[in-house]
């Protein structure tokens, strides 16, 4: 079958650095997508990795080992807005469908 | 329009009825997909739309679901006989084609079935 698996829940302070961690399983990979949403909102993107190695974009940065099947969301500078759940999604070669993780909570404390 | 919109934004129907549910994408993405969401759980893929053809239906979860996309633009999902567990958000997202890396979420239709 096809899964990803992903952490239920993650907390971490104001300011501090998290990385939320995601292993796939699928028939047939063209990259690994990251969404972010929040309770009550639709899902909005954050970041896509098609080859190895890591994307910054800003505040975020995301990690992909295709041997591995392995990859990785880093949340830095925490703020209270980035509390939310955090699904990896990846791409399907064939027919471009995409498999979501079960996400994971990110709850930021003051 | 200048994202994707869903209607209705709520929909409360009774066991064993009919619903549809609208997606309009955004304008000029040939890529559509429909996903549904239970509460506190992942989204799980049920169509992928390239144009007007559905290279991918693998994830409609029984005959009673289908789904259309007319002029390459807007999509309806149809719920025959819906049961309570048909109950979830079904969240509808468009892309510039099926090659792009970023996917547009609409707001999604919350539908209960009592």
Redesign the interface.
């Known amino acids: 079958g096809q899964s990803l698996e992903q952490p239920s829940e993650v907390t971490a302070v104001e300011g501090a650095i998290v990385q939320i961690n995601c292993t796939y399983q699928t028939s047939g990979f063209y990259?690994l997508?990251w969404y972010q949403q929040h309770d009550g909102?639709?899902?909005?993107?954050l970041s896509?990795n098609?080859l190895d190695g890591l994307e910054e974009t800003g505040r975020f940065s995301s990690f992909l080992s295709r041997s591995d099947s392995y990859g990785y969301l880093l949340l830095q500078e925490l703020q209270m807005k980035d509390s939310a759940s955090y699904?990896c999604?990846v791409k399907t070669s064939g027919?471009?469908?995409?498999?979501?993780?079960?996400?994971t909570r990110l709850k930021v404390l003051a | 329009g200048a994202g994707v919109s869903q209607s209705p934004s709520n929909k409360v129907t009774e066991k064993g009825k009919d619903v549809e549910l609208r997606c309009d994408p955004i304008s000029g993405h040939t890529a559509l997909y429909w996903y549904r969401q239970s509460l506190g759980q992942g989204l799980e893929f049920l169509i992928y739309f390239q144009g007007n053809s559905a290279p991918d239906k693998s994830g409609l979860p029984s005959d009673r679901f289908s789904a259309e996309r007319t002029g390459g633009s807007v999509s309806t999902l149809t719920i025959q006989r819906t049961q309570q567990e048909d109950s979830a958000v079904y969240l509808c997202a468009s892309s510039l084609d099926g090659g792009s890396r970023e996917q547009y979420f609409g707001p999604g239709t919350r539908l209960t079935v009592t």
């Open positions: 990259g997508s909102g639709a899902p909005t993107f896509y098609a699904f999604a027919t471009y469908k995409y498999i979501f993780g079960t996400g």
